[in-house]
């Protein structure tokens, strides 16, 4: 049985609109850069956990559109 990782299937299916977030902790540059044109050409929008650039990889954040990735990332920022 072959399997790949799930980072980039969840990312397509994102930019398709079949769902409405993906958040990855420890992506590498090459998991991600691909992915950044394709989403955002979708309308959705890739941040870092820190509100950077994702290029560098790292904790990355998408989501389907602006509003709704400020709410996850408050979400995810907030102290408990």
């Keep these: 049985m072959t399997r790949y990782g799930g980072e980039c299937y969840a990312m397509a299916m994102l930019a398709a609109g079949h769902i ?13 850069i691909p992915l950044i044109p394709i989403i955002e050409h979708a309308g959705g929008v890739v941040i870092t956990l820190d509100g950077s650039r994702p290029e560098q990889g790292g904790a990355v954040v998408a989501a389907a559109n602006l509003e709704l990735h400020q709410q996850v990332l408050h979400l995810l920022n907030t102290e408990r």
């Design 20 to 32: 409405d977030i993906c958040v990855e902790y420890s992506l590498q540059p090459y998991d991600i």
